[in-house]
């Protein structure tokens, strides 16, 4: 059993630690492949013989089957859950954008780039400034924009979040029903 927030939780604590280790474990493995390649001679690899657009195509691939898998059959996103399905999801667009700097890799950069010098496109770069553009030339968001109400000073008379909660836990008609030997009682909460 598991204690969160006071109350017991029907995870096994053998659970916790596995993930707790693994978590450990991806955290630091970067660190340590880092010491261990600074610290031990690395083999020379035949570069010449590695085709970066032909690696870059089958990443592109694999990653745009990923990306569309997750995003087009949702039983497999409800599967896997929300927290892997965001990061295949995230890890999948971020991996199409190192695929594509692979393929454009031995070609020549667009003339705009040559001209400033550049003898690589910096796509990193150019993906940077077209966010902060768009962050900053797409104008003011009324998707989370708050009602502010008039200036008038009216009161705000409705219910405070402790009163309501208050209200339901101590309702005796409430809807209850046992649930591993605890009674339980369902809650609906809508943020906005």
Do not use: Y
């Amino acid at each position: 059993m598991l204690i969160l927030r006071n109350q017991l939780t029907d995870v096994a604590i053998s659970w916790v630690w596995l993930f707790v280790i693994v978590g450990a474990i991806l955290i630091w493995l970067p660190w340590l492949i880092m010491a261990l390649v600074t610290v031990l001679p690395v083999p020379t690899l035949p570069i010449a013989s590695w085709n970066p657009v032909l690696t870059g195509k089958w990443l592109m691939a694999g990653w745009t089957v990923i990306f569309f898998g997750v995003g087009m059959f949702p039983p497999v996103a409800a599967a896997l859950g929300l927290a892997a399905t965001a990061v295949l999801g995230i890890g999948s667009l971020t991996g199409m954008v190192s695929a594509m700097s692979l393929i454009m890799q031995p070609h020549a950069p667009a003339e705009a780039f040559r001209l400033l010098g550049f003898k690589r496109t910096p796509l990193v770069t150019v993906l940077a400034v077209i966010v902060v553009l768009v962050t900053v030339l797409s104008g003011k968001g009324t998707i989370h924009e708050m009602e502010r109400g008039s200036d008038t000073g009216q009161v705000d008379n409705r219910t405070t979040m402790v009163d309501a909660f208050t209200a339901w836990s101590t309702d005796p008609q409430g809807c209850e029903f046992m649930v591993a030997g605890r009674r339980v009682r369902p809650m609906l909460m809508v943020a906005a």
